[in-house]
């Protein structure tokens, strides 16, 4: 098992380990309430001025390639402004991955690579024998995501979100050897 996060590398991508220098351009993209309103209601909105560098110091970094894996998404043409995120976690919330993308880029199939190439190295290099998806019910391009992706659809429970209109969670799975099938 590697304790290291690697830079990925995809068709249009790097994906590479996320670092205190990239919180202006997580900031500038993430800091959106289209792109927060999808994500857990533990996410404050309005989101606070330091959150970000709170976020990256106290639960991302002390953890990288320990018990999580967190990559800041970079186009290869503007290799140093950070677009998104993904990060894939071996305790499951029960899931054991979470993304966004900035608004700009959405609809280019550009999550979609990047969570192919995490998903490989989540079964490849970290040996996980499943991965477990979630998504808020309405979240039609997350969904897509998981569908696109071999992962089989397991049910619906109740969940909270930042957008309160939003009440239930999709919960997906894909094991190792549907991906390795696919
Ligand atoms: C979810 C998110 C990461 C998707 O990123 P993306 O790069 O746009 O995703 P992709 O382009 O790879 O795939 C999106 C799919 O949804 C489809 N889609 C987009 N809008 C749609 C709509 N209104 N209805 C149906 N399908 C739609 C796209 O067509 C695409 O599928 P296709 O390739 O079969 O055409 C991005 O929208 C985001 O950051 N959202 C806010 C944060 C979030 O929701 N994170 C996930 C929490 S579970």
């Not at 993209?29 to 110091?57: A, C, M, N, Q, T």
């Not at 639960?59 to 993904?86: A, H, K, V, Y």
Request: hydrophobic share 40%; charged share 25%; glycine share 6%.
């Amino acid at each position: 098992m590697t304790n290291a996060v690697p830079t990925l590398k995809t068709k249009r991508l790097f994906l590479k380990p996320l670092t205190l220098e990239d919180v202006p351009n997580y900031s500038k993209y993430f800091i959106e309430y289209e792109v927060i309103r999808h994500l857990s209601h533990v996410v404050p909105w309005p989101y606070p001025k330091d959150g970000v560098v709170d976020y990256l110091e106290t639960f991302i970094l002390p953890s990288q390639g320990i018990d999580r894996w967190t990559w800041g998404i970079f186009m290869q043409n503007t290799p140093s402004e950070l677009i998104g995120c993904i990060d894939l976690w071996r305790e499951g919330h029960p899931e054991n991955r979470g993304f966004w993308l900035g608004k700009p880029f959405w609809g280019q199939g550009l999550m979609t690579e990047a969570a192919e190439a995490v998903t490989n190295f989540a079964f490849q290099n970290l040996d996980f024998d499943k991965l477990v998806f979630s998504n808020a019910l309405g979240n039609i391009r997350s969904r897509r995501i998981k569908e696109k992706t071999g992962a089989r659809f397991v049910g619906t429970r109740p969940a909270k979100f930042v957008d309160p209109s939003l009440t239930e969670a999709e919960t997906w799975e894909l094991n190792k050897n549907d991906w390795q099938k696919l």
